[in-house]
């Protein structure tokens, strides 16, 4: 600590003990002296300054009245803890030399009842006890030294292993296939985006998870879209655009498709396929919903119908057990996943071990099974009760999607109410949704709105629902033209 | 299942149960048949194909007979639970749209006895009780729901509160600053190279962990790089080469670098600060290290030398807790951390939060400092070892680093002997290390290795050294000239 650099001005009216005090203090504030650092004694400062002792002594008075320093005896002078670090210096011009910041959807300031606006499970629903009794049962284990130790990019191996056998049986997993665990499906799409991004053309859907839109326009890839409408991504419109562009990726959901809920059927998605098997066209399934189906009969993936092998297909355990435990994989041909491992190495080495081995004992325990089977339970509620409120609720000529699982339903509101108004005005009455414009790379869809119903309550979706289809009669009742239609006299 | 594309050959020697059997052979080789998957009875599948009913029972038993198929009384007959899809197709060309794949450091095939080969802590000293203790605490909590819940990208919240109220004390993190998780110091390395790639030249040290080259290289970072000696980085050269380039990022390890050890003097401090704020270069301080010190006394970090507040700092749990749990965490500007997080949103989301609710635990409840003065005094013993062991056995012109910390040291071999001959040689002995060619962005320090020895115990240091300097001076000795001097006669 060096006060030496004090200069004293001795042609002020400020005393010179006030001047030392100020000095001290400035040196407080911006942070250059600290909580708890030690002040030279008295007569230590007094020489280095060649200043009387007695006013130094008064300066440290006056500085400990302040609260600024505390005298302890014995041990001399010492700044007051609660002092840190303050010194403030002209920010730097950040937004010149970095990115801008891309305004992303976020909740309302006020109070929200009801939010549909996270596609998320809900957490009351937690098999906690469960949850506790397998995570005992990991870090009990004789493997507990294994999984805080380093490990391999492609994954915590028993649970790789697992997940190898799991999928490697009918037709998931393929000769030639290999898999590797990610921090859920997002870094999958990060990471193929990544060793695919200078491949050509990627075809999304479009409306899709924004997720999915960042992950591509970031890496600078050149992105098309072809539409997704009740039956899932149009096929006829997917095979015009693969005429045109020549895509090298395409990225699907066909089953519970985020925003929309909706389905590729067994006829699509083999049209699916052979369209992308004719031009040689890689297919990266996303396939973290299909397991959540609560009416309707299970579909085979893409993966599973695609015989060439080069489909790559994403799962998760974050929208079938935990999202707050970052888990998901990707399976798909060898070469393909070396490469996304040689990029998960860069990206963050591995992914987490006490998660992965926790989910590993959770699935092979069958708490996973049982889990999921009460998902669904209250799943196919939910879906029932967000489609009655649908069709009670909603004005008449609004659309919306029929979804037969996930989590997520789209609807498409009456000309000329957009969503952000309808928001605006919902959110005054605590509910809360995304906008359709951000499911799209354009900024389009400003009629639509999704409608995340996993994480609520049969009562509360019908409650939510009412409360927007309401809202929504009164807006365009408001908007609607005012019938001036006056009868004319007979013309006689 | 369909059998019915079976198309006989009537013109052929073999008879039609065995032309059968070789077709049901081939939709079971080719994956069109699963294991477990039921065959048309007998009766069924004879009408079908317009055969006897003798012929197809035939089929079925050299079926079984081959183990193929397998029949249960009053069920019928099944593939084979063995049997899996193996239909193969051609291979698809990926190395002509994928990148190609890095050829970076493995470890050998033979058994390693004693590998100096990871920068990591020794597992058989991980404090389990300890472990197991706080995260049973962590999962019997009130926050269980909160932790399998989706989080956010800035991170687990109790965590992040906990590490902002550390940092903020004296200098650490200022006024204006922020903090957020990553998976381990990689990620934040990662995603400060997805931000900062576009904004101008960067400066890497020489040698330096190869996972900071990639990361900046795979970005399309443009790169220059700073000498790394004894003392850390060379300041002189690193004012010669702002002059030069006027970079926008210094990425610097001022305490232990990985490999050499090496760490910044304060005055090399001083002197790195004043010249990345003369030029206005942000500095990116890899501090993930500087709680390993076993000599010598603490050194201030950049970051708080740096009164701009400009510098980023990275922090990890990895190498002082363990590296199985992927929590670490950079603190900086605002809006340097609001873009990481953007990015990180992107990347994967948000880090695993169970792992950080550990961690969390672990830190709070002192079981980290604890654990980190054991793992300092065994740090001692192992630094101690290494350098008693290098001065022992090593050849007397070989040149290594003395670091005070940390995990590794770094050897400079006499010529003509290189890294990559020693290796081959001590690798059949037992031992591995990693070559110092990985450590550049050139591919040169060819005689030069990275020494390891933060997982071994000080026995297995001083016999790993002993293998190396021996092997070395046995090669050596065995590269020297002949000294084939023969004494003329004299000239009369």
Redesign the interface.
Known sequence: LDLSTFNLDSSSDTPIYKQLAEFVRGMIDR??M????RLPATRELAGQLGLNRTTVSAAYSLLEEAGLIEGQVGRGSFVAKSM??????P??D??S???P??A?FKGPVQHVEISFA?S?PA??Q?P?AE??KV??QV??GPD????????SAYGYAPLRRYLMEQT????MA???DDLMI???C??AL?LIA???A???VVVLEDPVYH?VV??FS?MGAEVVTVPVGEAGLDPNALEQIFERTRP?LLVVTPSFQNPTGASLSLEGRRRVVAVTQRF?C?VVENGIYSELRYAGSPLPTLKELD????TILLGSY?KVG??????GWVIG?R??I??LA??K???????????QA?LLKFAESGELKRHLERTREAGAERLSAVLRACAQYLPLDARYTKPQGGMSLWIELPAPLTADTLLNRVQERGVNFVPGRHFSTRNIHARNLRISFGALSPEQITRGIKILGDTAKEELAAALPIDDFEPAAALV
């Open positions: 942070g250059i600290c909580g708890g650092e840190t670090a303050r010194r403030v210096f920010a730097r950040w937004d030399i970095l990115p910041v891309e992303v996270s998320r957490d009351d937690f906690l949850f506790r995570t005992r870090i009990d507990a030294a294994d999984i805080l130790q380093l490990g490697t049986g009918c037709g393929r000769a030639g990610t921090n859920g997002q870094q990060d990544r060793v695919f200078a491949a050509g997720g960042r992950v970031r090298k040689g890689v015989e060439t092998g080069n974050s935990f999202p707050g435990l970052r888990v041909p070469p393909v070396t490469r040689d990029a190495e860069v990206s963050d080495l591995h992914s987490d071990h006490l998660s926790v």
